[in-house]
């Protein structure tokens, strides 16, 4: 069963920083390129950013293209999100996605987890 | 960068069939797979259509997707609807460097 656990969600100042961690299991991490998808109270769903499966490719939003960065341990089964320079339009429930094998848009999700950038 | 857009809302009654439209704004919608989520209240989207017409196992076949080139729009169709299928659906696909969502359409079943 494919499984992916968000952490590292929580409240932080506008201008600080937040480091979030997905732990997959059930498929062969190493083979499936990943997504950090976010939405926004009340709001639909944003695409963030997206890596490939050995991390040669990687793709950000416009939104967050300088201030995040997306990265993966492949022996570990883990994909982060370091995000810098939080504002308060950052804020939303964060979640990891396996990517298709074509085109690599999601198709499992994790439970998400909720980042509030506020003072 | 294209956008897909969507109905913010639809309402069907129970056993009646109900169509979701997604249309692209540039570029041609056959060139991209067009995947369908669906998101009930509290919880993480669910896939129900991948690759324009694919239903994930454990995904009913009241649930179809297609494409139309001429209108240069996606469908999502759900038929004998139950009230269990309220709920948002998103149309999502892509181009060489960015994933896009549709904004959403809350679909009421009564």
């Known amino acids: 069963e494919v499984q992916l656990v968000e952490s590292g969600g929580g409240l932080v100042k506008p201008g600080g920083s937040l480091r979030l961690s997905c732990a997959a299991s059930?498929?062969?991490?190493?083979?499936?390129?990943m997504n950090w998808v976010r939405q926004a109270p009340g709001k639909g769903l944003e695409w963030v950013s997206s890596?490939?499966?050995?991390?040669?490719?990687?793709y950000y939003a416009d939104s967050v293209k300088g201030r995040f960065t997306i990265s993966r341990d492949n022996a570990k089964n883990s994909l982060y999100l370091q995000m810098n320079s939080l504002r308060a339009e950052d804020t939303a429930v964060y979640y990891c996605?396996?990517?298709?094998?074509?085109?690599?848009?999601?198709?499992?999700w994790g439970q998400g987890t909720l980042v509030t950038v506020s003072s | 960068n294209f956008m897909l857009t969507q109905p913010h809302s639809v309402s069907e009654s129970p056993g009646k069939t109900v169509t979701i439209s997604c249309t692209r704004s540039s570029g041609s919608i056959a060139s991209n797979y067009v995947q369908w989520y669906q998101q009930r209240p509290g919880s993480s989207p669910t896939t129900v259509i991948y690759?324009?017409?694919?239903?994930p196992s454990g995904v009913p076949d009241r649930f179809s997707g297609s494409i139309d080139s001429s209108s240069n729009s996606a469908s999502l169709t759900i038929s004998g609807l139950k009230t269990e299928d309220e709920a948002d659906y998103y149309c999502q696909s892509y181009d060489s460097s960015n994933q896009v969502f549709g904004g959403g359409t809350k679909l009421t079943v009564l």
């Open positions: 890596i490939s499966s050995s991390s040669s490719y990687i």
């Open positions: 996605a396996r990517g298709l094998t074509t085109g690599g848009s999601p198709d499992y």
């Open positions: 690759e324009d017409n694919q239903r």
């Open positions: 059930g498929f062969t991490f190493s083979s499936y390129s």
